[in-house]
């Protein structure tokens, strides 16, 4: 069974660091391209962060670039974002997604984990 | 920057009528185009992809169309499970914005 699961939330303050990690399993995560989608409460969801599944290719969404920072260890099987300078919009339940496609440019998201929420306060 | 506009906001549908949802792209996105499903508490769950392949153990009563910027998504005889959030969603370049809708809420008239 393919599964992610989603860790590191939790409460921070406005300007400070937080690193989420995306545990997966059932599939060869090295084939495959990974991305994170936050939703804010009662909110829309948000695409933030891609890789593909070389890391050749990595994407940011504006409200994130330059502040977030996506990752992949593909011996661990995990993929991370690291967020910094964070702010009362980031607070969401932030989820890990799989690309539907092998090796694929650009698809759908087949597979996602339950979330992780991170809340900004101070 | 893309927009992708979802219409209505909120649908009222009775159980077993049809239900069509709609979703434009504000610039062509080919066939690049996904729909998901979101129930409360829940995590999105995809049922459509390329515009209109319905994704691995979804019901045929879900079908997708369109191409360009004008999508749909019609649910041929709505079951009470059917109830839900829907948000389409373009994935047409890579490494921008992989764009969702505001989604449209499926609510039981």
């Known amino acids: 069974e393919v599964q992610l699961v989603e860790s590191g939330g939790g409460l921070v303050q406005p300007g400070r660091s937080l690193r989420l990690s995306c545990a997966t399993s059932?599939?060869?995560?090295?084939?495959?391209?990974m991305h994170w989608v936050r939703q804010a409460p009662g909110k829309g969801l948000e695409w933030v962060s891609g890789?593909?599944?070389?890391?050749?290719?990595?994407g940011y969404a504006d409200s994130v670039k330059g502040r977030f920072t996506i990752s992949r260890d593909n011996a661990e099987n995990s993929v991370y974002l690291q967020m910094s300078s964070l702010r009362a919009e980031d607070t969401a339940l932030y989820y890990c997604a799989k690309d539907l496609s092998v090796a694929a440019p650009t698809t759908a998201f087949d597979i996602w984990g339950q979330g992780t929420m991170v809340t900004v306060s101070s | 920057e893309m927009v992708m506009t979802q219409s209505p906001a909120t649908l009222s549908v009775s159980p077993g009528e049809r239900a069509t949802l709609s979703c434009r792209a504000s610039?062509?996105?080919?066939?690049?185009l996904a729909w998901y499903q979101q129930k409360p508490g829940q995590a999105p769950r995809l049922l459509i992809y390329g515009a209109s392949t319905r994704a691995t153990g979804i019901p045929a009563r879900f079908s997708g169309s369109g191409s360009g910027t004008e999508f749909s998504l019609t649910i041929s005889s709505l079951q009470s499970e059917d109830f839900a959030v829907y948000y389409c969603q373009q994935y047409n370049n890579w490494p921008s914005m992989y764009t969702f809708g505001r989604g449209t809420k499926l609510e039981i008239k």
């Open positions: 610039q062509s996105v080919s066939s690049n």
């Open positions: 890789i593909s599944w070389n890391s050749n290719n990595i």
């Open positions: 059932g599939f060869t995560f090295e084939d495959f391209g």
